[in-house]
């Protein structure tokens, strides 16, 4: 295995929240904090610097939740979840890898990140897995920067996973976070009131 130390950290949050009704990351999810920063702290707590996707007239929200965030404007946002990819491999095209993350998963253990990370090759795809089911973040080997790049549409790196299915390597977590986004305000309560193991 190839030391994850230099694997960049990119959380996509440039989407537009339509099905939420309006800026869904920042909307309080518990104690003050909100959905974003709920899902970035376990990534700040593995990661020196975790770059952020987002829409450019959001960027100066970024820095006000964490010093070691680093805000990347999508300024093709309109495109679909692709252009975040893109964005945020361009901002950390040195790095050996991309652990891709979602702004809208606050659920995620931080043992779930480093046990992807663990399982880090240049020429792999490391996806957790919980009880069967492919879940995020995922974690792109260098050998798919390229492909990264070349992104397009609102289907993020699914094409690049089905392209690669033989360089998948599957992490099975007891982590259900993985499997949980926040697409509408319902989504929130239901995270609120499950419990999580």
Known sequence: MESPTNIACVV??????????????MYEYSQGKTLLSKSLEPLLNVFRSVYVVVQPEASHR???IHHRLVAVPNLNAEQGMSQAIVAGVSASASAGGWLIALGDMPLVKESTINAVLAQHQSGKIVQPVHA???????????????ELLS???DLGGKPILQANRESIVR???EDKGVLYDVDRRQDIENLRSQSFS
């Open 171 to 173: 992490v099975e977590v």
């Open 62 to 64: 970024i820095s006000r």
């Open 12 to 25: 996509l949050a440039s989407g537009f929240g339509r099905r939420f009704g309006s800026n869904k990351l």
């Open 132 to 146: 069967g089911m492919p879940g995020n973040p995922v974690l792109f080997g260098s050998t798919f920067r390229s």
């Open 151 to 153: 992104l397009q549409g």
